[in-house]
């Protein structure tokens, strides 16, 4: 069993402290993502449940038993780099199988192991090369057998797919989704990239500064952002932030921006508004929740004119991305390859505040969960 428990675990160089009491955890089996910017620490911690980083408080365990002064090679766990760490003078066979050498695994096992992995990463036919005659896809794979024929616990990927073009970046994300159940093992994943992590975790961890920000499942922190943070991270473009003033009209909410008032549904929360109202707040409505026009799967109570003006229009093929001024802010709406707009256009779209998010603008946390 490769459950993993982290229990007020910290890492300082110094004076600095880079990773703050982190509490999480990690189901056996379970595909669980770390995700935030540069510098939040995600790497960092990655690294102390691997062993390559020295613990300098809290507790973690794998399975019953307590890690933090067990070497790396007795924590039946293998990693996954982003630079691959290939040796250069070896064959892929020779790399995929070194690991094994240097238990002294019979030959025998070790060609099974080797052969059975390459099989289903799809390099057989590469078994012989080196490492410079491979793509990057390539040697992703070699790396994810390196780390396979060990038959862990628990695998760590340490931001593996960033040095690959976008196109290989989805490949490996399904394929290594595809490895994550035919392994049946813990996989534990790093990256900056929120559409990895939407794509590909059973749950996502959010960090920032060295904090867990939130823990859930992505739709959940897609649906229910505990903060401004968590909102503008998950989705992309970005969940547009709109200061408005609240107020109550009749038995409803409405959020007043620039002299226009935007209903909020009528199923919101209202005991967690009351002490907000006719006060500042911020407002997160996400760029497709902006239309050209009223969808008919939408409750006509929940929508309202929005007017503004295009700064940009950027053609994605499918979609248009909508880069607008109103009133002196800046947001984005996804719109229809349709829609037709140009540099300085006022336009009027219609915003559906059906999922809107309502935040503290002192605090930041969000005021409906």
Do not use: W
Request: charged share 25%; with cysteine.
């Amino acid at each position: 069993m490769a459950s993993i428990s982290l229990k007020k675990l910290n890492k300082t160089f110094g004076a600095l402290k880079v990773v703050h009491d982190i509490d999480l955890d990690i189901a056996d089996k379970e595909f669980i993502i770390l995700v935030g910017p540069s510098g939040c620490g995600k790497s960092t911690t990655l690294r102390m449940i691997a062993g390559l980083e020295e613990i300098s408080g809290g507790e973690l365990r794998i399975g019953e038993d307590v890690m933090n002064d067990v070497p790396s090679k007795d924590r039946d766990i293998a990693m996954v780099f982003q630079n691959y760490a290939l040796y250069p003078h070896m064959t892929v066979y020779k790399n995929m199988a070194f690991g094994l050498e240097l238990r002294k695994a019979p030959r025998d096992l070790i060609d099974t192991k080797v052969k059975d992995a390459a099989k289903i990463l799809d390099i057989t036919h590469l078994l012989n090369r080196k490492p410079k005659a491979l793509s990057g896809g390539q040697r992703q794979r070699v790396a994810l057998g390196r780390a396979m024929v060990r038959n862990p616990e628990v695998f760590l990927l340490d931001e593996p797919l960033s040095n690959l073009d976008a196109k290989l970046r989805g490949t490996m994300r399904s394929e290594i989704s595809k490895l994550h159940k035919r392994l049946d093992a813990t996989f534990i994943y790093v990256t900056h990239d929120q559409v990895e992590a939407m794509t590909m975790a059973d749950r996502i961890v959010v960090m920032k500064d060295g904090h867990i920000q939130q823990v859930d499942t992505p739709q959940n922190l897609y649906d229910r952002p505990i903060n401004m943070f968590v909102a503008g991270f998950i989705g992309a473009p970005q969940m547009n932030m709109l200061p408005v003033t609240l107020r109550r009209d009749g038995d409803r909410f409405t959020a007043l921006f620039d002299g226009n008032p935007l209903p909020l549904p009528a199923d919101i929360d209202s005991g967690r508004l009351r002490s907000y109202e006719g006060k500042n707040i911020i407002l997160g409505i996400r760029p497709e929740n902006f239309h050209e026009f009223a969808p008919a799967d939408i409750d006509a109570a929940n929508v309202a004119p929005f007017r503004a003006t295009v700064e940009l229009a950027e053609p994605m093929g499918s979609e248009v991305h909508l880069n607008l001024v109103s009133g002196g802010r800046n947001l984005v709406a996804r719109v229809s390859p349709r829609f037709r707009a140009k540099i300085g256009d006022p336009v009027e779209l219609v915003a559906d505040l059906t999922n809107a998010q309502l935040f503290d603008p002192a605090t930041e946390q969000s005021i409906l969960y």
